[in-house]
């Protein structure tokens, strides 16, 4: 492993592994998590889908979207006149055009345009034409977008949408607060497992001394002296292994955070207190609150779509003005011409299978969104249900597990001052031992699940600081 540096020492006939990093990183928990949220590609992914829905959201609330064009122009035809096949005649015109075209809509479903536009048409006879036109135009939808109504369903469908992914940011951060938590107090456990275990072999080895003297001086019996022996043997293998997978969640702690250097972890408890608001809570899911949101936008869309599978009746206005002059040869004319014109439109499509597909699609998804609504409602429900439970019990059973490995702690104590005196029973003594290792390491699991269930709580109710230690 080329990211860790290590070296053995020596406790008397232990051999201990140590990482050795830069003291200032991987040091405690929330130095831990700052470096792991800074890499977390799964939050940044969604970070990005936030920014996506932003984006739209702004492009449907620019109700009064403005557009500009300039379209110049450059014509020439030729016009050939045959009689039978004999070429009679043939014309020329050329045609130069620039036009300027203004629209801007409004929240109300109408929609102005003022347009622009200047020509110049030449011909073999030396006719030259100049017209200068503009036009003012106002048209409204009396059905399909009926003041606006399928704007402002298309405005709330992508307000809805940017909430979801609102929400969704939030519950994957704290998901990946939770995923960077789990990296540094499991490899925690792990190195506490190595000292819990080391901690018995000493012991193991002290009885092992003493019972190899009260051998020597005849007050135990071989058997016995071989019994510690086995059970020292058996202790140091275990030792071993935890070695083993104190260097591995070490390793995957580290290259999960992007870091080079760890050093000996600090015990995350304090750092994991969630505030006590969390005792009582209730379910506040931010999961949960993205499915409401969309179910809100494919409610929208499909209200939407529904507008526009209509019959369309429009309502246009218009003014225009044209003004111009012709030369052809020397003579001189010029005109103006003005129009005024009321339209009613009813465009009325008897199928369109395209419209009907989409309706048809907006309606399933509307339908799905429903189910995952309730389907995730009632799967957070029943965890929210069993996870307060399951911290009561938990904490109960760290409680009991504390004062039980400080009892055994003072029975091997006691017992190994007996075994000097050579008044106590080996395989008594083996049993302690055995007992007293295997309580400290079920209380150290406890202990991760019951700091775990604390924030998977927490997140089920919405407490982002809590999650990630104010880190963020």
């Given at each position: 492993?080329s990211l860790?540096?290590?070296?053995?020492?020596?406790?008397?006939?232990?051999?201990l592994?140590?990482?050795?990093?830069?003291?200032?990183?991987?040091?405690?928990?929330?130095?831990y998590l700052g470096?792991?949220?800074?890499?977390?590609?799964?939050?940044q992914?969604?970070?990005?889908?936030?920014?996506?829905a932003?984006?739209?959201?702004?492009?449907?609330?620019d109700?009064?979207?403005?557009?500009?064009?300039?379209?110049?122009?450059w014509?020439?035809?030729?016009?050939t006149?045959?009689?039978?096949?004999?070429?009679t005649?043939?014309e020329?015109?050329?045609s130069q055009?620039l036009?300027?075209?203004?629209?801007?809509k409004?929240?109300?479903?109408?929609?102005?345009q003022?347009?622009?536009?200047?020509?110049l048409?030449?011909?073999?006879?030396?006719?030259?034409?100049?017209?200068?036109?503009?036009?003012?135009?106002l048209?409204?939808?009396?059905?399909?977008?009926f003041?606006?109504?399928?704007?402002?369903?298309?405005?709330?469908?992508?307000?809805?949408h940017?909430?979801?992914a609102?929400?969704?940011?939030?519950?994957?951060?704290m998901?990946?607060?939770i995923?960077?938590?789990?990296?540094?107090?499991?490899?925690?456990i792990?190195q506490?497992?190595?000292?819990?275990?080391?901690k018995v072999?000493?012991?193991?080895?002290?009885?092992l001394?003493?019972?190899?003297?009260a051998?020597?001086?005849?007050?135990?019996?071989?058997?016995?002296?071989?019994?510690?022996?086995s059970e020292?043997?058996?202790?140091?293998?275990?030792?071993?292994?935890?070695?083993?997978?104190?260097?591995?969640?070490?390793?995957?702690?580290?290259?999960?955070?992007?870091i080079?250097?760890?050093?000996?972890?600090?015990?995350?408890?304090?750092?994991?207190?969630?505030?006590?608001?969390?005792?009582?809570g209730?379910?506040?899911?931010?999961?949960?609150?993205?499915?409401?949101?969309d179910?809100e936008s494919?409610?929208w869309?499909?209200a939407?779509?529904?507008n526009?599978?209509k019959?369309e009746?429009?309502?246009?206005?218009?003014?225009s003005?044209?003004?111009?002059?012709?030369?052809?040869?020397?003579?001189?004319?010029?005109?103006?011409?003005?129009?005024?014109?009321?339209e009613?439109t009813?465009?009325?499509?008897?199928?369109n299978?395209?419209?009907?597909?989409?309706?048809?699609?907006?309606l399933?998804?509307?339908?799905?969104a429903?189910?995952?609504?309730r389907?995730?409602r009632?799967?957070?429900?029943?965890?929210?249900?069993?996870?307060?439970?399951?911290r009561?019990?938990?904490a109960?059973?760290?409680q009991?597990?504390?004062?039980?490995v400080?009892?055994?702690e003072e029975?091997?104590?006691?017992?190994?001052?007996?075994?000097r005196?050579?008044?106590?029973?080996?395989n008594?003594?083996?049993?302690?031992?055995?007992?007293?290792?295997?309580?400290r390491?079920?209380l150290?699991?406890?202990?991760n699940?019951?700091?775990?269930?604390?924030?998977?709580?927490?997140?089920?109710?919405?407490?982002?600081q809590?999650?990630c230690?104010?880190?963020?």
């Open positions: 492993m860790l540096s290590d070296r053995i020492v020596r406790v008397g006939s232990l051999s592994l140590v990482f050795l990093s830069h003291p200032s990183q991987g040091k405690d928990l929330k130095s470096s792991y949220m800074a890499v977390s590609e799964s939050h992914i969604q970070v990005s889908k936030k920014h996506q932003e984006q739209q959201k702004i492009i449907t609330d109700v009064f979207q403005s557009r500009l064009s300039v379209s110049p122009t014509q020439n035809s030729t016009l006149s045959y009689a039978g096949s004999v070429e005649s043939e020329s015109d050329t055009s036009g300027l075209t203004l629209s801007q409004s929240p109300w479903g109408l929609v102005g003022l347009s622009v536009e200047k020509s048409d030449e011909d073999d006879f030396s006719s030259t034409r100049t017209d200068l036109g503009w036009s003012a135009a048209t409204t939808s009396l059905r399909r977008d003041l606006g109504s399928s704007t402002r369903s298309n405005q709330l469908k992508a307000g809805a940017w909430e979801s609102k929400w969704l940011e939030s519950d994957q951060l998901s990946s607060c995923e960077g938590i789990n990296f540094y107090t499991t490899a925690y792990e506490e497992k190595l000292k819990a275990t080391q072999l000493k012991l193991a080895e002290q009885s001394g003493i019972a190899k003297n051998y020597k001086r005849k007050l135990i019996r071989k058997i016995d002296s071989l019994a510690l022996q020292a043997l058996r202790i140091r293998s275990r030792f071993h292994t935890a070695q083993q997978r104190a260097f591995e969640s070490l390793t995957r702690m580290t290259l999960a955070a992007g080079v250097a760890v050093a000996e972890l600090k015990d995350p408890e304090r750092a994991l207190k969630v505030s006590q608001s969390t005792e009582k209730v379910l506040n899911s931010p999961e949960l609150r993205a499915r409401e949101y179910v494919a409610q869309d499909l939407y779509n529904k526009q599978s019959s009746v429009s309502l246009g206005l218009e003014y003005s044209v003004s111009g002059e012709v030369l052809s040869g020397s003579t001189f004319n010029d005109y103006k011409d003005r129009t005024l014109m009321l009613l009813w465009d009325w499509e008897w199928w299978s395209e419209l009907a597909a989409t309706r048809s699609i907006s399933e998804a509307h339908k799905q429903q189910l995952r609504l389907a995730t009632k799967k957070l429900e029943e965890e929210f249900q069993d996870l307060m439970h399951q009561t019990v938990k109960e059973v760290v009991l597990l504390t004062e039980q400080q009892l055994l029975q091997v104590r006691e017992g190994l001052r007996l075994l005196a050579g008044k106590f029973n080996i008594d003594y083996i049993n302690y031992q055995d007992r007293l290792l295997t309580e390491l079920n150290l699991v406890e202990k699940e019951l700091w775990h269930t604390h924030l998977r709580l927490a997140q089920l109710q919405g407490h982002k809590e999650v230690l104010g880190v963020l």
